[in-house]
């Protein structure tokens, strides 16, 4: 796929305007086959750290400043976009976090491919210092005080969204999409999300099992 990635930091909060050419125009367009911003190895396969990553330099679990990067996968949705930012960002701002909004915006014709973009994201978030990250879908706003962005001391993966919290996946109890908040080594560690689900759905399952493959090796993750 193809995409560009367009990069707010908190003075975005003072102007929105004009959002949708700013995200179509900013930045330089990246690929997921280029070296830089590929994962070269599936869920059944071992390894998955290009060359030019190592998890001992990535940032430090015990950092004190905690920088959040908010990955948004993003193509044609400026309605829920706008909404979004308009209730986000004072949340953000309620909880005292640092971040950086890194909106992926898809421009190619093929299907949405929103694990892609994520992993694109990610190592955009790393290149601007982030040491954690939240994957924000677009549609999705926060409305309770106690769905929390920051940093994730207590577990390796805060899931913001469970089955019983979802305002539509609520039936489903084994559901695993939606935010998550975690930091960027442990998204290292799980080898992101698979490049090969295109359009709506199967990223989100590949992902749940990369996560219970994980905890089974290590038994001391937490979710």
């Not at 796929?1 to 305007?17: D, M, P």
């Not at 005292?96 to 898809?106: G, R, S, T």
């Not at 994957?135 to 106690?146: A, L, S």
């Amino acid at each position: 796929i193809l995409c560009t990635v367009a990069v707010y930091g908190e003075e975005f909060a003072e102007n929105q305007s004009g959002i949708e050419s700013s995200i179509k125009s900013t930045g330089r367009v990246f690929s997921c086959k280029s070296d830089r911003f590929y994962w070269t190895k599936d869920f059944n396969q071992k390894g998955f750290l290009n060359k030019d990553i190592s998890i001992s330099n990535l940032p430090l679990h015990d950092k004190e400043n905690h920088s959040l990067g908010i990955i948004i996968p993003y193509r044609n949705r400026t309605e829920h976009l706008s909404r979004l930012m308009i209730k986000l960002i004072p949340f953000l701002e309620m909880q005292q976090v640092a971040y950086h909004f890194f909106i992926v915006n898809q421009t190619d014709l093929y299907g949405f491919n929103r694990g892609s973009l994520i992993n694109i994201g990610v190592r955009a978030a790393l290149q601007f210092g982030c040491d954690y990250i939240c994957i924000q879908d677009v549609d999705t706003i926060p409305i309770h005080p106690i769905i929390s962005y920051k940093y994730p001391k207590n577990s390796d993966i805060y899931h913001q969204t469970p089955g019983n919290m979802h305002p539509v996946y609520n039936f489903l109890k084994q559901y695993f999409g939606g935010n998550f908040v975690m930091s960027i080594p442990t998204y290292f560690r799980l080898n992101g999300f698979a490049n090969s689900y295109y359009n709506w759905g199967g990223e989100d399952d590949s992902f749940r099992k990369r996560v219970k493959l994980h905890m089974v090796n290590d038994r001391s993750f937490r979710v």
